[in-house]
């Protein structure tokens, strides 16, 4: 990416629908009603033979700085400033309002070029809103529908006329080799509302990149940054609390949720956070449990710890609180941390490495056949119908998370209790704490069964 855009605007004009058209995908979220963006989104946008980096902004908005408005406004103008250019998007069918005229004089005032689009400019019927944009005196306004992705060449050339060296092609020869660099590690942090899982992500950031407050539900859509430490790279996504089905019934607040439970799906590591004066509830052990059942490896933080008092014994406490809540995950780690003190992030980030190492290992096969025998010795499976029930090999086929196949007479047969004991076999033996472990059964094809 040679250079970065924001996209501002007051609330309302379409700046997430031109957002996900530039990157090609559906990332932010988008809904008729105005102010659902609120924190900064970042996304890798293509338009023609131009690769840059994109930012997303809340709509601008007159308000107090200490007002939520207020530290919305305040992160989209750290956008601006992070901006080689800023896109300034009027509504087309509105016309232009005062609010589009007092941020206009903030955008003269940045310094950053500005490329003005009016759009929703779809139709003749709003040809008279596309002339008014004129009287901003930020140049020629550029006609686009977003949602129809319509007057995109136009904004082609305009970016390339404001950034003519950012975007002149450079010679093949002169364009340096990239080192190859390890993937970064995918994490989601996931939680009720108001838990603290954006303070985390400033902390772990050192800075106010995310919104944050008292407001329970500030963050609505799951926004993903990037972070390094000691030599390894994360990408971390925020999301939005999620409360309980029965409780959720705007349509924005279930579009919020999934998109956090499409952070899950596609981490390789969440942290389901819980706050230390609660924790536990009956919706952090629903949550935990979704992790499990999606496969990913899991971390349980404790945050806010610096609120705990008569700390002797209270973190011991904690670890056996989740073992005997979460036994489907049994050994999983439990990290007290603070995001207002720091306290913990580091115990907290080597957390998430030992469960994606572990969520990562596998096991020779060799090593598993020479583990069943003395399990099945040690605890025979029970007899159905008079027969036993022979266990004969097992293998892992992948990781991530660690999956085994155990070859048997009769699968259909085996009790879910002892299926419960090999899986924690597994665990123990195998030093797999707290990562889900899939064991899949499979009935051994008897040679005789087509014979006379």
């Known amino acids: 990416m040679r250079f970065t855009v924001a996209i501002v605007g007051r609330p309302n004009v379409g700046k997430s629908t031109l957002f996900n058209r530039l990157v090609g995908r559906r990332l932010a979220l988008v809904d008729d009603q105005p102010g659902v963006t609120r924190d900064r989104r970042e996304g890798r946008a293509q338009l023609g033979d131009l690769t840059f980096a994109v930012i997303d902004t809340a709509g601008l908005e007159e308000a107090s700085p200490d007002s939520l408005s207020g530290r919305m406004q305040a992160q989209t103008k750290a956008a601006i400033a992070a901006a080689d250019v800023a896109l300034f998007l009027i509504d087309a069918r509105a016309g232009t309002t005062p609010l589009d005229r007092a941020f206009a004089d903030l955008l003269r005032k940045s310094g950053r070029p500005v490329i003005l689009l009016a759009n929703k400019a779809e139709g003749r019927a709003t040809e008279a809103g596309v002339l008014d944009a004129y009287a901003l005196g930020l140049g020629e306004p550029i006609p686009i529908s977003a949602e129809h992705g319509e007057g995109l060449a136009d904004l082609y050339d305009a970016l390339r006329a404001a950034l003519p060296e950012a975007t002149a092609e450079a010679p093949d020869d002169t364009i340096p080799a990239r080192p190859a660099e390890a993937a970064a590690i995918r994490v989601a942090i996931v939680g009720r509302p108001n838990t603290g899982k954006s303070t985390l992500v400033n902390a772990l950031l050192g800075e106010e990149r995310l919104l944050t407050g008292p407001e329970a539900g500030i963050t609505r859509d799951a926004i993903a940054v990037e972070l390094g430490w000691h030599g390894h790279r994360f990408r971390i996504h925020d999301t939005a609390g999620l409360r309980r089905r029965s409780r959720i019934e705007e349509k924005l607040e279930k579009l919020s949720v999934a998109d956090t439970l499409n952070a899950v799906r596609f981490a390789e590591v969440v942290i389901v956070l819980m ?178």
């Open 275 to 452: 706050d230390a004066g609660a924790p536990f509830e009956e919706q952090d052990l629903r949550i935990a449990d979704l992790v499990e059942r999606e496969g990913r490896a899991l971390v349980l933080g404790i945050s806010k710890s610096d609120l705990i008092e008569n700390r002797a014994g209270v973190f011991a406490k904690l670890r056996a609180q989740a073992d005997h809540w979460l036994p489907q995950v049994k050994g999983v780690s439990v990290v007290a941390h603070s995001g207002a003190t720091g306290e913990g992030l580091d115990r907290l980030m080597q957390a998430i490495l030992d469960a994606h190492a572990v969520w990562n290992k596998r096991v020779p096969t060799g090593a598993l056949n020479r583990w069943l025998p003395a399990v099945v010795a040690a605890h025979p499976p029970p007899a159905t119908s008079g027969r036993r029930i022979r266990l004969d090999y097992v293998t892992q086929p992948k990781s991530r998370p660690p999956t085994f196949v155990l070859f048997l007479s009769r699968a259909v047969a085996l009790p879910d209790v002892y299926r419960r004991y090999l899986v924690n076999a597994l665990r123990e033996s195998f030093d797999l704490p707290g990562t889900p472990i899939r064991l899949i059964l499979r009935e051994k094809q008897n040679p005789y069964a087509k014979r006379k």
